[in-house]
């Protein structure tokens, strides 16, 4: 029996099993992957998911199943001592190696600039002042977060501070976060929105909600011992029915409002201490 | 490196009575002086921080100068005891420099300051397989924790410290993983040498380490800490006494760290035997030599972030406090300035054992040599770039993040190629399915999924979703104990027949190995689902529908629990018990460390070497026209 020819069937193998996956990354575990799509950022992040599970497939294929094709093909027979070819490189496929990983890595980066940009920050944290800002009205937001909840203030509504997220779907949100003693991260799950919460630092985050729902909210970044209970449901409602609730919400805390500072992008808390 | 002479090893001591040999330089006085040194630092403390000099301590009665200064006493006194200052003050007061302290003197000698290097590794390979299965019980009771969406086994602050103690272990104990044991055994007879540079400093690096690993453990007697492994400001300014162990833990750490990597860049660059080459170095020896360039840079910028800290809870600083005119945002930088190249210390040597015995069980030689080796320096280059990558929502720089994004992305292709080098070793190769060979490919396969599933957490819109939850926790997990863990089992399980002269039951390694493999997938696999489900690291509380999934990884961490268990008893059953002698050359390696006798003598070589050609000189010159041999077997 002569040696087949690895290098073409194992060519064939690959291809075969790529053609087999792709759809399946595309159409069944693509649309698992994402937050969802309960907002443009939400679905945006799905979709990048997606296509980098696309871009990854050929790749995980190609070394799992060199391995495996390795393992029962270029074996050591048993009680053997073969050697094999005494070959210690081959600068043909190491060059379309280096040219292939490099294009695609290029396209990698390229792409998701142009998606982390054009999407205004895909719904992630960009600082006080992020590069790519949604153009039109936004309803200024700002959660601030402490140990162990975060609250919301609608600047436009009075300063009124809530203990619970509403929010106006279709509508352009900016999220100001920050912190009033340690570090917190504000997740809104199904709204693809993930912002640090430092103290004194306003952090800009930006998401348009498409459609009515309840989200979660967490604290995504390790802030004391009850941080996994910073836990609460926000919800997304009708135009109308977010006037109704922020013009209700404006009598319920009222009182609890003319205690609170003034409104600011940051607040100067004191110092954090032991046992606070 | 001949200044000094090398006298001929003198006669072994005539046997003292044991009382007479306790007394004197060793564990023993070290422990006792550790605890005088730990109270007398305790004391000076308590006069410099008295009750309410410092403002947080109005709130409490805790008085962190007084336990800094106590561990930093308890360190000194510990390292007198061992026998570290003789030297120094020896040559203050005029004496002859020598070379050795403690050398083949008998089992005692692994109990103490030694400087051969062969003592030092197998210290290093004891030492840290102790502090590894102290993390691994943590890493058990968080699991244990977690069968649960509410905090049932242990308190919310307790399951903090647990989960802290875990990864602070792992991450601080295992950055030597490799070139503890390894490293300091077999780099200086791969490059044909008869020590290291700095035989004393390398001891140095060992028992600051064990000293380190005991302070990290006796947080729980101060409260524990809850910032996780990360430490991040200003929670860390918030936390009780438990934090400075983890201070000066990491601060030792960071010491012993470059301290081990300056004097293997030191040993690499100096003291080759005539012939070994650059171009003809071992490639785990290059690994090693990268890493040590990672762990010098790196782990100082480490120790001054924790001196910060230490400052800022200590004397009212305020560094990282924003109330005090600080940043938060300064720790995380100077923090993953030191933990991005950090995460690649732990990578990096495992590249460097899984390629070297690639070739041995392939019987090929290493394929792609040169580009293993631009592989390594280049993530030791591009691992400097991508820190803030880890800060991507932070709001930090946020104009930079496709930079950052771009940086991270690019160490993939470096990292392409050790894999490159990988397949192309195996290619048409006479694989032999030995233990060591089976980790090797199985790092292959965890390293492909880690790093794969880091390409989707550099990407900014992703990272959003991903970051910070169980996704990054299964992804570093796939590359730190799928790469590092993986590789350092098959270093164990090629290397260590040659430095005890015994062979392990071959049959218990396969039961560990299939049992740890299958086991590992099965813990961290759904760990990425939980984490697309919206679950975050470090918590005790979490949604009630990730109940299922969080029970099945549990059940799979307990199983990989026992196939490490199995593994402990092979070792104790293998190396104490059955005692059965290794072959000289099992493996039929033709590295150099195989060609010396077992045990290896304490100068390594009657006659240093002279190299003709690199350690991979396997393979038949053509290649195989004729087909597959014969089924009977050659």
């Known amino acids: 029996m002569s040696e087949p020819n690895h290098a073409r069937r194992f060519t064939l193998l690959w291809l075969l099993a790529t053609v087999i996956a792709l759809p399946i990354v595309i159409w069944v575990i693509g649309p698992l992957i994402g937050p969802g799509n309960g907002s443009d950022q939400a679905s945006g992040q799905g979709t990048d998911a997606t296509v980098l599970a696309v871009i990854a497939t050929p790749v995980i294929l190609l070394v799992m199943l060199y391995l ?14 073969l050697e094999g070819p005494a070959v210690r490189g081959d600068s043909k496929v190491q060059t379309t190696w280096i040219v292939i990983t490099s294009v695609l890595v290029l396209i990698v980066a390229v792409y998701g600039t142009v998606r982390l940009e054009s999407a205004n920050g895909a719904g992630s944290g960009s600082g006080a002042t992020p590069l790519s800002v949604p153009s039109g009205p936004k309803l200024p937001v700002q959660v601030i977060a402490q140990q162990w909840y975060f609250t919301y203030r609608f600047p436009t509504y009075g ?96 009182a609890a409002k003319a205690a609170l500072p003034p409104y600011s992008k940051t607040y100067a808390p004191e110092p954090t201490r032991r046992g606070g | 490196m001949s200044t000094t002479t090398e006298s001929a090893p003198t006669p072994q001591p005539t046997r003292r009575p044991l009382w007479r040999r306790l007394l004197g330089f060793n564990l023993l006085t070290a422990v006792l002086l550790g605890v005088a040194g730990y109270y007398v630092g305790w004391y000076i403390g308590r006069q410099i921080g008295f009750e309410g000099s410092f403002h947080y301590q109005k709130k409490s009665d805790e008085n962190d100068v007084a336990l800094l200064l106590a561990y930093f006493g308890g360190v000194v006194g510990f390292l007198i005891g061992l026998g570290f200052a003789n030297y120094p003050i020896s040559r203050l007061l005029g004496r002859p420099p020598s070379l050795r302290e403690k050398e083949g003197e008998g089992v005692g000698r692994y109990f103490g300051l030694c400087t051969d290097h062969k003592v030092v590794g197998m210290q290093y390979l004891v030492g840290i397989g102790v502090f590894f299965f102290v993390g691994g019980v943590n890493a058990m009771l968080i699991r244990t924790e977690l069968l649960h969406d509410t905090p049932t086994v242990v308190g919310p602050g307790q399951y903090l410290s647990i989960v802290g103690i875990h990864g602070t272990m792992m991450m601080g104990m295992m950055t030597s993983g490799i070139l503890g044991p390894f490293g300091n055994y077999f780099v200086p007879i791969m490059i044909g040498a008869r020590r290291m540079a700095f035989p004393r400093i390398e001891a140095l690096t060992f028992w600051l380490l064990m000293a380190a690993g005991f302070i990290l453990a006796s947080t729980i007697f101060f409260g524990g800490f809850p910032t996780g492994w990360t430490g991040y400001q200003p929670l860390n300014d918030q936390a009780v006494l438990g934090m400075d162990s983890y201070i000066m833990f990491f601060a030792l750490v960071g010491t012993s760290m470059a301290l081990l990597g300056l004097n293997m860049i030191a040993t690499i660059m100096t003291m080759r035997a005539p012939g070994m080459t650059w171009s003809r170095l071992p490639i785990f020896v290059w690994s090693v030599y990268a890493t040590s360039v990672l762990m010098v840079l790196a782990a100082p910028m480490l120790v001054a972030t924790l001196l910060m800290s230490a400052l800022d809870r200590t004397i009212d600083t305020s560094f990282f406090i924003t109330g005090g005119g600080g940043s938060s945002y300064l720790y995380q930088n100077l923090f993953w300035f030191f933990g991005h190249p950090e995460v690649y210390v732990l990578a990096l040597p495992g590249f460097g054992v899984v390629l070297e015995l690639l070739p041995v069980f392939a019987r090929k030689p290493l394929w792609g040599y040169r580009l293993a080796v631009a592989g390594m320096l280049g993530v030791t280059l591009m691992s400097f770039f991508v820190w803030q990558h880890h800060l991507f929502v932070s709001g930090i720089n946020a104009d930079l993040r496709p930079f950052y994004m771009l940086s991270t992305e690019i160490i993939s292709i470096p990292t392409g190629f050790i894999f490159l080098c990988f397949m192309g070793t195996l290619w048409k190769s006479r694989i032999t399915l030995s233990v060591p060979m089976l980790f090797c490919l199985a790092w292959a396969f965890n390293f492909l999924i880690g790093g794969t599933s880091g390409v989707v957490l550099s990407d900014v819109p992703t990272d959003t979703q991903l970051h910070g939850s169980f996704f990054v926790m299964a992804h570093f997990h796939y590359t730190i104990m799928g790469g590092l863990i993986f590789s350092f089992f098959a270093a164990i399980y090629y290397w260590v027949p040659k430095m005890t002269g015994l062979r392990f039951n071959e049959r218990l390694a396969k039961w560990h190995f299939w049992i740890m493999f299958i086991a590992f997938n099965s813990t961290f696999m759904p760990l990425f689902a939980l984490g697309i489900k919206g679950m975050p690291r470090r918590v005790t509380t979490y949604a009630e529908n990730l109940v299922g999934l969080n029970t099945w990884v549990s059940i799979s961490a307990f199983v990989l629990g026992f196939s490490m268990l199995i593994f402990i008893v092979n070792a104790v059953y293998s190396m104490i018990f059955a005692r059965i002698p290794a072959e000289s050359n099992p493996w ?15 100068h390594n070589f009657d006659q240093i070497p002279v190299f003709d050609s690199d350690p991979y000189d396997y393979g038949t010159p053509q290649p195989i026209a004729t087909g597959r041999p014969a089924s009977a077997g050659a």
Not at chain 1, 164 to 191: K, M
Not at chain 1, 220 to 242: K, Q, R
Not at chain 2, 588 to 602: D, F, G, H, M, Y
């Open chain 2, 588 to 602: 039929r390696s033709k590295s150099i460390e195989w060609q010396l006798p077992t045990p290896v003598p304490v």
């Open chain 1, 159 to 254: 300063g009124v501070e809530t203990p619970h997220l509403v929010l106006p779907v279709n509508t352009q949100i900016e999220l100001n976060v920050t912190s009033l003693d340690v570090i917190h991260s504000f997740w809104a799950y199904q709204l693809g929105v993930k912002a640090d919460a430092n103290p004194q630092v306003n952090n800009v985050a930006f998401v348009k909600p498409t459609k009515v729902m309840r989200f979660e909210v967490r604290c995504s970044e390790l802030c004391g011992i009850w941080h996994g209970s910073m836990f609460d449901y926000g919800h997304v409602v009708s135009v109308p029915a977010f006037k109704q609730w922020i013009a209700r919400a404006q009598v319920t805390y009222a």
């Open chain 1, 68 to 81: 495996l094709y390795s393992v029962i093909f270029f074996r050591q027979p048993s009680g053997g001592a």
